[in-house]
């Protein structure tokens, strides 16, 4: 190989220890191959604070700037970079009409983790969901659900949302069913009323006994008659006639 004499590659070929560049600056010569490197990182990053050991996995958020990447906690984000962390907290009012104490027993059935908060913490009534989510009684028609938004919590959230919205859709079928039953009642009330002024009407002494019977007294005769199946009993063959035509 033939180099110019006077030339930065004539002095290089020469091995010498160090070198002037052009600009002035010396430059040393001295690496050679397989040479050990050492290379010093500060430990200002949290990441850096504890050496890992072999095979451990480190986590944190790979931040790309230019051509640079750069593996940080997220807490030192806001110190070595211009971007933030922030937290997003939710709230969402769901309308629910039904008695809060129903609401959340029937979510403890359902769901693993449901506990009461004490009212001094939550300033009402309320129950945290799996620790993420806490759900607040607004007034008779409205409940609320508060969490800090992460993908784990807004599944929770989606969850008791379907539950509140199922659970709603069956207290109309519980009144119904109620109103249903008040109303036979009463009917069967007012039945009874109307069979009892009857028959007063034809046998005259005619009082409540037990078991539901009606007790009949018809010139010194007793008789006693089951409303339910018509069934007369009394030792006066024509009492239990006269007792039967009537009911």
């Known amino acids: 190989m033939h180099v110019v004499e006077g030339t930065l590659a004539k002095t290089i070929i020469n091995e010498p220890k160090e070198v002037t560049l052009m600009n002035g600056i010396t430059a040393s010569l001295n690496m050679q191959n397989c040479q050990s490197v050492e290379m010093y990182f500060n430990s200002e ?22 051509f640079t990447y750069q593996i940080m906690a997220p807490d030192d984000l806001h110190v070595f970079s211009q971007l933030s962390i922030e937290n997003i907290s939710q709230r969402i009012t769901i309308a629910y009409t039904g008695a809060f104490g129903v609401l959340e027993h029937r979510l403890k059935q359902i769901l693993e983790s449901v506990e009461s908060l004490p009212d001094e913490e939550s300033e009402g009534l309320a129950f945290r969901v799996h620790e993420r989510l806490t759900v607040k009684y607004e007034s008779e028609k409205h409940i609320s659900l508060h969490w800090r938004s992460d993908p784990i919590s807004d599944m929770v959230s989606d969850s008791v949302v379907a539950l509140v919205l199922n659970i709603s859709c069956e207290i109309p079928k519980v009144f119904v069913e109620s109103e249903e039953a008040t109303k036979t009642e009463e009917n069967s009330k007012k039945a009874e009323k109307v069979v009892h ?12 006994g037990e078991n539901g ?18 069934n007369v009993e009394s030792e006066n063959e024509g009492l239990k006639e006269r007792v039967r035509v009537a009911f």
């Open 45 to 66: 990053k949290r990441l850096a604070e504890k050496t890992p050991e072999v095979g451990e996995t480190v986590s944190g958020l790979l931040v790309k700037k230019a």
């Open 197 to 208: 002024a009857l028959l007063v009407s034809l046998l005259g002494d005619v009082k409540f």
């Open 213 to 230: 019977k009606l007790v009949i007294s018809v010139d010194g005769n007793v008789g006693h008659l089951d409303k339910q199946s018509g």
